[in-house]
């Protein structure tokens, strides 16, 4: 969509009252616009133009909500990618400890055993 373009005119703000009827209480006009010489016709008011503007913004919301839930996917991807490492990491040090036990614990036996024969 193009950018939005003001009205321009010689007398812009100028309109022209032609009287309907009348009586002492009451005037009835029609109003037409008396602008002198149009020099930009500018955008249009009405219901195609504002239709394909409310087009354009339910698009765009539609595409960011949709980028949004991706996004939101893509976190809880992670999360659990994260928790799985952590796991993992916490497993592979709780091996390593029990290796080191086990490593002492033979170690310690060997010694004993060497000691009694």
């Given at each position: 969509m193009e950018?939005?373009?003001n ?20 005037l ?9 010489e149009?020099?930009v016709?500018?955008?249009p ?15 765009a919301v539609?595409?960011?909500s ?8 893509v ?11 952590e ?13 080191n ?11 004993t055993?060497?000691y009694?024969?």
């Amino acid at each position: 969509m193009e950018d939005f373009k003001n009205r321009e005119s010689q007398y812009i703000n100028r309109r022209k009252l032609t009287i309907v009827s009348q009586t002492p209480t009451e005037l009835v006009v029609d109003i037409t616009r008396n602008e002198g010489e149009i020099e930009v016709a500018g955008s249009p008011i009405d219901a195609t133009t504002m239709n394909a503007f409310n087009t354009q913004i339910n698009s765009a919301v539609n595409n960011a909500s949709a980028a949004l839930l991706k996004a939101n996917e893509v976190e809880t991807t992670a999360n659990s990618a994260k928790s799985i490492a952590e796991t993992a990491s916490s497993n592979a040090s709780n091996a390593v400890t029990t290796a080191n036990t086990a490593d002492t614990n033979v170690l310690s036996n060997a010694r004993t055993a060497i000691y009694w024969f």
